[in-house]
């Protein structure tokens, strides 16, 4: 039965996958010229709308296969969302938060997908691999300033143990600068489902948690400034971390 589930989860969330895409595809001319026209919006915001549903949508497709629990709540805005890295679809899980105005600071290869590189430039999202030193930051805050939100996994990669990896600077300094809190997004359940290196899906429960807002203020106070801040939101993360590990898998 264990054989048989994995092959339906993988049929099934592939499948899914490769049908929504299409049909993205196809709507998401129209539906960005309604964005942009009618509703006004840049041509970076009506991106991240797109964006937004996309993964919306796709967490909900994810959802028939395998049990996804999503713990959100309506979050200030702007702010800048951090979240682990333990999957390739940890990407589409963060689909599930509910702020759509967001810019994302990604490594290059999603640019190299030829079905979403046109997106992730309209989007104007930060390419960190490319960028000066000091720039993610600079254009991080830039976008705020203009009312978006940032997302980063402040690990940099993805683990490839499962584990909490080493947090990079750049959120933190962003956060400080900008004047904004971080917002972290524990995600566990995506090591089990596809970890790093592997081909194949194996049955999982996702669970999406959003933990309330870390404020700057306290850190700015400090000479250590984003370092304080980049310590208390991992210690904060690997806690809910560890609490959701306790969380008992359900059968989708």
Excluded at 61 to 66: A, E, G, K, T
Excluded at 179 to 201: D, H, K, N, Q, W
Excluded at 216 to 233: I, W
Aim: with cysteine; hydrophobic share 45%; glycine share 6%.
């Amino acid at each position: 039965m264990k054989i048989l589930h994995t092959i339906w989860i993988n049929f099934g969330i592939y499948a899914g996958m490769i049908l929504w895409t299409l049909a993205g595809l196809i709507l998401s001319l129209p539906t960005f010229l309604i964005f942009k026209y009618i509703k006004s919006l840049s041509t970076a915001e009506a991106a991240r709308m797109l964006v937004w549903i996309y993964g919306r949508v796709w967490v909900w497709i994810v959802s028939l296969f395998i049990t996804v629990r999503l713990s959100a709540y309506e979050i200030p805005s702007p702010c800048v969302l951090v979240a682990n890295h333990s999957s390739i679809f940890d990407s589409y899980f963060v689909g599930g938060q509910p702020l759509w105005n967001v810019c994302w600071v990604i490594a290059d290869w999603p640019f190299s997908i030829p079905f979403y590189r046109p997106f992730m430039h309209a989007a104007k999202y930060v390419r960190a691999n490319q960028a000066e030193p000091g720039s993610v930051v600079k254009q991080s805050v830039n976008a705020i300033a203009n009312g978006g939100s940032m997302f980063f996994y402040p690990e940099g990669t993805r683990t490839s143990t499962g584990e909490l990896g080493r947090f990079h600077s750049g959120p933190f300094q962003v956060a400080i600068k900008a004047g904004v809190p971080i917002i972290p997004i524990c995600i566990y359940g995506t090591f089990e489902l596809m970890p790093r290196g592997a081909r194949f899906l194996s049955p999982a429960t996702i669970n999406i948690h959003l933990l309330p807002p870390v404020y700057p203020d306290k850190s700015t106070e400090l000479s250590t400034g984003h370092t304080a801040m980049k310590k208390d939101v991992k210690a904060l993360m690997l806690h809910a971390l560890e609490e959701m590990k306790k969380q008992p898998p359900i059968s989708a």
